[in-house]
């Protein structure tokens, strides 16, 4: 047999080598289960048989220039016969590498390939020829590459191998190798039939069976390069741990949605206290006011005076009830469930509402507050959220000045419309932020306070930022500290379609 074919095989059993160097290093002893020994012996068998009918072809052919004694030449053939069947059996293990990637093997399933080998090994000895060359033993590997495509394919119709791109090459280089084959084959049967007679020469069956080695030589390469890109992807070593870190994250992640979700919880039951007493204060004046007007047309209807009077005095109930609703309303918003879905509102509206719940405590601590709202734009919000920022804000404003001990304590509120964005300033004259503390103002449990939590400005932050907003501080002279939250009036593309989506978790 020429020795064209040699240089390939050469090349052929370098990358195996390579591949299952590779296959080893990329998986360590713990990841090396049953498949990748079925694939580590895939590419094992595959390089002693290549390497075994390269050395048929050589020896061989030299042998044949020397000596054309036919025993010393069937000795050749008979190891070339044997590489071809190891390199087969190396082949046929392929489908069932794919087959326990899907699903749990038993020892059924080596039964098919051993069958279809056996039949391989059978016809190869009894049709041995020199250097295993001849129609016979060409039809032979025709039989054994196409019977492996096609169970192949079948294998790699499993669900969890679709849209893979190097399982659709797998299939692209079976079914390719399925159609040479079926057409060498017809070639084979048409020239086995009479070389003599034939217009079909034994030099032109000798060139097509060359090229048609040299091609399945090519496709074996590449489709064994496919599968190890596949194993080192999925299953080497670094992938399974890839894998696990992306569930640590995945889990990493849904615990900080649970502790950002408890901490907002957490962080509207703080401000509770700090609203009870301004709060309950509010309510027993509307009460009361309530109670002596009723006590008034009690006392009007007796004494049968003016209905005017009468109708005065209820006027004013219905007014203190009216505020008691208000009041009782914008509290309920403030400690809404937090799972809400993003919708506009007008923030001002938003910060007045806050505002009046805080004015009862402001004015029992002698705070003189001043309200500028100026933007009246509609803001695409989760607005309990946003409600949470502005009641920390204004709450930490007045605890501060609660600390001091002058007598001109101001909170000064003011909302802007610049360059298209919802600004807030909330400003006080307590003592600032002192120089130390600064770098960790936003920092998480971070606080200057004696009873404090030190959740609320890294809250409020973390909530103005999942927004597409910011939030900073700075100093201002002689005394006291301003606060900016700056949001986009715009929300960033596509926002208005997460209109009813989720805020929470972010």
């Not at 060409?138 to 394919?153: A, D, F, N, P, T």
């Not at 509010?282 to 047309?297: G, K, S, T």
């Not at 009468?310 to 400690?335: D, E, G, H, P, Y």
């Amino acid at each position: 047999m020429t020795l064209h074919i040699a240089p390939f095989f050469a090349l052929q059993a370098v990358g195996l080598l390579i591949f299952c160097a590779a296959l080893t290093i990329s998986t360590k002893a713990p990841q090396r289960n049953k498949t990748f020994y079925i694939f580590l012996a895939s590419l094992g068998l595959g390089l002693i048989g290549t390497l075994l009918r390269m050395a048929s072809f050589v020896f061989g052919s030299e042998l044949a220039l020397i000596d054309s004694s036919r025993n010393n030449l069937d000795v050749w053939a008979k190891l070339e016969s044997l590489g071809v069947q190891l390199f087969a059996l190396g082949l046929l293990l392929k489908p069932l590498f794919f087959l326990s990637l899907s699903k749990p093997i038993s020892l059924r399933h080596y039964v098919y390939p051993l069958l279809l080998w056996l039949a391989l090994v059978m016809g190869t000895n009894a049709n041995a020829v020199h250097l295993g060359y001849g129609p016979e033993a060409s039809l032979i590997g025709v039989i054994v590459v196409v019977g492996m495509s096609v169970w192949l394919l079948v294998q790699l119709q499993h669900a969890r191998f679709q849209k893979e791109l190097l399982i659709d090459l797998q299939r692209y280089g079976a079914w390719f190798l399925i159609t040479l084959n079926l057409f060498f084959a017809a070639f084979f049967l048409f020239a086995s039939l009479d070389f003599g007679a034939s217009a079909v020469s034994f030099d032109t069956f000798r060139g097509a069976d060359m090229l048609l080695r040299y091609i399945r030589i090519t496709i074996f390469v590449f489709m064994d390069a496919l599968c190890l890109f596949y194993w080192i992807q999925h299953y080497s070593t670094q992938a399974i741990t890839n894998k696990k870190n992306q569930k640590r994250v995945v889990e990493l992640v849904a615990e900080k949605d649970l502790l950002i979700q408890n901490l907002i919880n957490a962080n509207a039951l703080v401000r509770t206290g700090a609203l009870a007493a301004g709060v309950s204060h509010e309510l027993n004046q509307f009460l009361a006011r309530i109670q002596l007007d009723v006590e008034a047309v009690k006392i009007y209807v007796s004494e049968k005076e003016d209905d005017a009077k009468t109708l005065k005095v209820l006027n004013r109930v219905l007014a203190a009830n009216k505020s008691a609703a208000a009041l009782i309303l914008n509290l309920k918003k403030l400690f809404i469930r937090q799972d809400e879905g993003m919708k506009r509102c007008n923030l001002d509206q938003v910060v007045r509402s806050v505002f009046e719940l805080y004015l009862d405590r402001a004015k029992q601590s002698n705070i003189f507050c001043e309200l500028k709202l100026q933007a009246n734009v509609q803001v695409l919000v989760g607005e309990s959220l946003m409600r949470q920022v502005i009641a920390n804000l204004v709450s930490n404003a007045i605890e501060a000045l609660d600390l001091t001990g002058r007598s001109d304590k101001k909170i000064v509120i003011e909302t802007q419309l610049e360059g298209g964005r919802w600004t807030l300033r909330v400003e006080d004259n307590a003592t600032g932020i002192r120089p130390d503390n600064a770098h960790k103002i936003f920092s998480l449990f971070a606080t200057s306070k004696n009873e404090g939590t030190g959740i609320g400005l890294w809250l409020s932050r973390f909530i103005v930022e999942q927004h597409g907003g910011y939030m900073r501080f700075s100093n201002v002279e002689p005394e006291g500290v301003v606060f900016w939250v700056d949001m986009p009036v715009e929300p960033v593309q596509d926002a208005e379609k997460e209109e009813t989506s989720k805020l929470l978790p972010l």
